[in-house]
């Protein structure tokens, strides 16, 4: 079983600053890509930011100049510096991750996880 936990939501004023953090576990073989991704009251869930296991980046327009996607690959951890937050990036932030779990290493079948969501609220 994997899993992806996420931390360091929270509520931050305007113009603030906030780290999230993922962490993957359980019986991983290797993982490929990873994001963040988040969903709005009443809109549908955006991409955020992903990156590749070599370290290559795709930002939405929104928050290019602001958000920093990076990941730690001996610890299957991803993080999201979030600079100058702005009250439309209100959000639950969703990571994920494309995994090889063990069980298919022999095949490299990619499975596609999502964390459970942290709440990020940016309001004065």
């Known amino acids: 079983q994997v899993q992806l936990v996420e931390s360091g939501g929270g509520l931050v004023q305007p113009g603030g600053s906030l780290r999230l953090s993922c962490a993957a576990s359980g019986s991983i073989f290797s993982i490929n890509d990873m994001g963040w991704y988040r969903q709005a009251p009443g809109k549908e869930r955006e991409l955020v930011a992903r990156i590749t296991t070599s370290g290559s980046t795709k930002y939405a327009d929104s928050v290019k100049g602001r958000f920093t996607i990076s990941r730690d690959n001996a610890n299957n951890t991803v993080y999201l510096q979030m600079n100058s937050l702005k009250p439309e990036d209100t959000a639950v932030y969703y990571c994920?991750?494309?995994?090889?779990?063990?069980?298919?290493?022999?095949?490299?079948?990619?499975?596609?996880?999502w964390g459970q969501g942290t709440q990020v609220t940016v309001s004065s």
């Open positions: 994920d991750a494309d995994v090889v779990p063990a069980f298919l290493y022999r095949t490299a079948t990619h499975v596609h996880y």
